[in-house]
């Protein structure tokens, strides 16, 4: 797990590799179905787990960039629930195996609606490929550790590049704008992760502090409400401590009846427009003598008093925030699970490719 979490310096550049020219996106994957695909008048994604976080993401920048309705339902769900759809319609399975049973019945009843399917994955020739119209691979390669990483992060890439072809295609983005959304996906992301790398022994200090505790809270707004979502899953899955991810402001609504002054509360903090509000959010928690740990690229000074402990990231937009958070709250889980002593790679009952429903 700790070699997939720092190969990810090399595998978000694979994976968006030769797929974007100065500014416009080629996903050749896709160009036989491109039509019927930008023309679509709602999209489904549908995943399992971490992918299905990924999938909340891919919902944000394709609503924020190209305008079309997202909806994004468990695969488990999918299946049974009643949801409407047609030709019209596009659906977007996501898996890292490409072999997940309820992603693949999910494209099954998608397929028999005559929507059109695509398939986010990192095996070529999986059941996931050959199950759908048309597909991305991640190109990440062979991902081993049970709980996923390097995959996660690869699949926010390639829903980033599909939400800016879209975008282009409906004509929802100038092509200044798309040159400098490419450029900060292509430039800076590399470099920011290397940066982040170097402040692994901190990192490794704040996880150690807190490794008896029994519950967390990781708490985020926008697009890093799904990063709390993937941070929570990754530490019950490693180190078997309970944690809930929540939208910043829900905390209100139930959750902060649980804390007290042993419960650490994760907080994902961007210098963006929500930046005020979970300011506000924290002093509730802090009010109640909670633990606080930041993520944050921000410097300043009430941050720094707020927290326990604080992880500054390089400064550095919104989209690619969202990864550096990511990462993080991977080490996090890592350091954690290792000091008390847990199989990091091979968490009790989980399995890398869940094969049955």
Known sequence: MHKEIHEQTLTIKNTLKGRSTESSVLLHGLLEYWEEIYKA?????????????????????????????????????????????????????????????????????????????IGICNVPGSSVSRETNCGIHTRCGHEIGVASTKAFTSQIAVL?????????????????????????????????????????KSIKKIAEKYQNASDFLYLGRGLNFPVALEGALKLKEISYIHAEGYPAAEMKHGPIALVDKNMPNVFIVPKDKTYEKIISN???????????????????????????????????????????????????????????GCDVDQPRNLAKSVTVE
């Open 41 to 117: 008048e709602k999209i489904y994604i549908t995943a399992c787990g971490t992918s299905w976080h990924a999938g909340l993401i891919g919902k944000n920048f394709i609503e924020r960039f190209a305008q079309i309705p997202v909806h994004v339902e468990y695969a488990s769900e999918f299946r049974y629930n009643h949801s409407i759809m047609d030709n019209k319609t596009v659906v977007v399975a996501i898996s890292q195996s490409g072999e997940t049973a309820d992603t693949l019945a999910a494209i099954s009843k998608a397929n028999d609606f005559g929507a059109i399917t």
């Open 282 to 340: 924290i002093e509730e928690i802090k009010s109640r003598k909670g633990k606080i740990i930041i993520i944050t690229d921000s410097k300043d000074k009430i941050l720094r008093d707020l927290s326990d402990d604080l992880i500054l990231l390089p400064r550095t937009n919104q989209y690619v925030f969202v990864i550096l958070a990511t990462i993080v709250l991977q080490l996090f889980s890592f350091f954690i699970a290792v000091a008390r």
């Open 160 to 200: 980033y590049l599909l939400a800016l072809k879209l975008a282009d295609s409906r004509k929802e983005i100038s092509k200044s704008e798309m040159k400098k959304y490419l450029m900060r996906a292509s430039g800076a992301v590399q470099k920011d992760i290397k940066a982040l790398f170097r402040k692994e």
